[in-house]
């Protein structure tokens, strides 16, 4: 039962372009949707979230996308750095009444950001 | 403010040998959860504690057991292991409330092989 879905396992990007991160869910009870990012050889790192009352969040060159009626959640990157190249998970969280004390990851996407 | 450290980083076992992993929690966090990271998939919930006692389970049998100790460090067992244990074990922490309860804070994890 995989809730939340990235589909795209990988996407290649030239420097100073947008890159764009798809993220799918399934549950209409996920009430807060973060994204994270992944170097190897580190933990997963909070990068930034968004409330399912917004639909939109931004901090500085991220920004996340919501679209409920679409179950759908996306993340741009403007310009895109070569650091920038790591995997991303996009991740979702319950309210209470949903086992709310979890967060449920996709399987990521490997962003590559060309020099 | 230190961040969430795990060991060992690596190890191998056998088939049918116990594991124990640890984990130090972010100063001012008190909740913590494990995941397991297979290769090329994302995090899966294993379990929460809070208050040292477990308060959230996914889908992983009772040979996957946990502690939390009263300074909020913590412990996963996984007794009888099997191949399909091989996997990036992660430690996350996170506050019990407030802004930052829906941010997880990971440990860089500790990989095992599984013979």
């Known amino acids: 039962d995989q809730q939340v879905k990235q589909n795209s396992p990988s996407l290649s990007v030239q420097e100073g372009r947008i890159s764009i991160l798809n993220c799918d869910y399934t549950n209409s009870m996920f009430d807060y949707f973060l994204w994270y990012k992944k170097y190897p050889a580190e933990g997963p790192t909070f990068l930034i979230s968004i409330s399912s009352i917004k639909d939109k969040n931004e901090d500085g060159r991220f920004t996340v996308f919501l679209n409920k009626s679409a179950k759908h959640l996306s993340l741009h990157i403007v310009p895109s750095q070569p650091g920038d190249s790591a995997v991303y998970f996009c991740?979702?969280?319950?309210?209470?009444?949903?086992?709310?004390?979890?967060?449920?990851f996709g399987a990521g996407t490997r962003l590559f950001v060309k020099a | 403010e230190t961040g969430v450290t795990q060991s060992p980083t690596h190890l191998i076992k056998t088939r049918g040998q116990q594991v124990t992993l640890r984990c130090s929690s972010q100063s001012g966090h008190n909740t913590v959860s494990w995941y397991q990271q297979a290769l090329g998939q994302g995090p899966q919930f294993i379990f929460q504690?809070?208050?040292?006692?477990?308060?959230g389970r996914g889908n992983f049998p009772p040979r996957f057991s946990g502690l939390q100790f009263p300074n909020y460090s913590s412990e996963l067992n996984v007794n009888a292991l099997e191949l399909d244990d091989s996997a990036l074990y992660l430690c996350?922490?996170?506050?019990?409330?407030?802004?930052?309860?829906?941010?997880?804070?990971f440990g860089a994890g500790s990989r095992l092989t599984v013979l």
């Open positions: 996350a922490s996170r506050a019990a409330g407030g802004s930052g309860a829906n941010v997880l804070t």
């Open positions: 991740a979702a969280k319950g309210g209470r009444n949903t086992g709310g004390f979890k967060t449920i």
């Open positions: 504690y809070y208050r040292e006692e477990e308060n």
